[in-house]
């Protein structure tokens, strides 16, 4: 039967959640107007305007609306489990903005270099968008939920869900607790608590590189049934051969160089099943929406994304084949893209 009530609830969390968010943004983009942008850069692509981004915003979370309505997951957004932490993150968001403004003015995304620990990969001990502290401290962790649905107009976790569509499709006429899902690159584990909310007896996986990111995800699960989390480098997963039935991956491949973007699609196809399914979701690319490349130039430009140029114009569908992950379908939602491929069987 139709869930009419949660797709009411849904819209309207949705709808308050981008009023709310759109408004943090506003003010942000005022503090930083000034610098974002150095001087002498001109997008030689279109770029939309506000209202055109917020219309596709509503677009994407009228979809989250109707797949809630469908049955596909269940209503909820993070913020209104608590409010209250909700607003202390903000606060703290605010109170680093001042730092964050001053590096990004200065082009300077070593912060992290103050905390790494151990053998890691140069190209991760960045701090990407200049968040303070990269990937690897307490504080980056807390603050990049709010930071990322600031950015996204609080469309983030609705861009994950896309990607619930095809999984549900796969699932059909599955049982659930034989099934091994690895959501690879899990950060604060926004998706797969959406994930675990909407199948409560899988067998579920997150796997990240950063163990402050795995803690906040372990402590945003709560009380929901346990994950097991896997702190490893997704080059080389700690995982066996043809164990997974579904991987997913949300915003990573865009800041991995294009030799990393290979190695890691390798180690994805290496672990699922055949006829597995994977379900990658990212950044649009150049020409997915061609009235918006001027965005995707200006992206690299504003915040620091090492890696993101070269995303933007890689070949993923060559790269997905390569390694006998197959097109089953493609979808584009807001910002981002979802990519469902399946492992040959
Ligand atoms: C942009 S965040 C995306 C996080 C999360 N999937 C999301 O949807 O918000 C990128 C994440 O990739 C992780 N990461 C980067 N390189 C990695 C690697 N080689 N192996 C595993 N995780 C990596 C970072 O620690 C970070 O949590």
């Known amino acids: 039967m139709a869930d009419q009530m949660g797709m009411t609830l849904q819209l309207a969390s949705n709808v308050a959640r981008m009023t709310w968010y759109s408004g943090i943004n506003w003010v942000v983009q005022r503090q930083s107007r000034r610098i974002t942008i150095p001087a002498g850069f001109t997008p030689t692509g279109p770029v939309p305007a506000r209202n055109e981004l917020l219309a ?40 680093d903005l001042p730092d964050l403004v001053s590096r990004r003015k200065e082009r300077d995304a070593t912060s992290v270099q103050d905390v790494v620990d151990g053998d890691l990969p140069d190209y991760f001990t960045q701090d990407f968008h200049f968040q303070t502290g990269g990937y690897l401290t307490e504080g980056s962790a807390r603050l990049y939920d709010v930071q990322v649905e600031t950015l996204f107009y609080g469309a ?47 067998q579920l996986t997150g796997l990240d590189l950063s163990g402050t990111y795995l803690e906040e995800a372990e402590r945003h699960m709560g009380r929901l049934r346990p994950v ?44 699922l099943k055949p006829g597995g399914l994977f379900v990658f979701t990212d950044s649009l690319q150049m020409g997915d929406k061609p009235s918006w490349d001027g965005l995707l130039e200006a992206f690299p430009v504003r915040f620091h994304e090492p890696y993101y140029r070269s995303y933007a114009i890689d070949d993923l569908d060559g790269m997905f084949t390569a390694e006998g992950l197959e097109a089953e379908g493609k979808e584009l939602a807001f910002l981002s893209k979802v990519m469902v491929r399946r492992k040959n069987a």
């Open 228 to 271: 097991q989390w896997l702190k490893a480098n997704a080059e080389a997963m700690p995982l066996e051969d043809s164990s997974q039935d579904i991987v997913t991956c949300v915003f990573l491949f865009h800041e991995l160089p294009p030799e990393v973007r290979r190695i890691v699609t390798r180690d994805i196809a290496r672990i």
């Open 156 to 202: 983030a976790a609705a861009m994950r869900r896309a990607g619930l569509r095809s999984i549900a499709q796969f699932m059909q006429g599955k049982d659930q607790r034989h099934v091994s899902w690895v959501d690879v690159a899990c950060g604060t584990g926004r998706f797969l608590r959406d994930v675990r909310l909407a199948y409560p007896a899988m």
């Open 56 to 95: 596709d915003v509503r677009e994407l979370l009228r979809a989250d609306a109707e797949a809630v309505r469908e049955g596909l997951y269940p209503p909820g957004n993070e913020e209104t489990a608590n409010p209250l932490e909700h607003l202390r993150r903000l606060r703290d968001m605010f109170q």
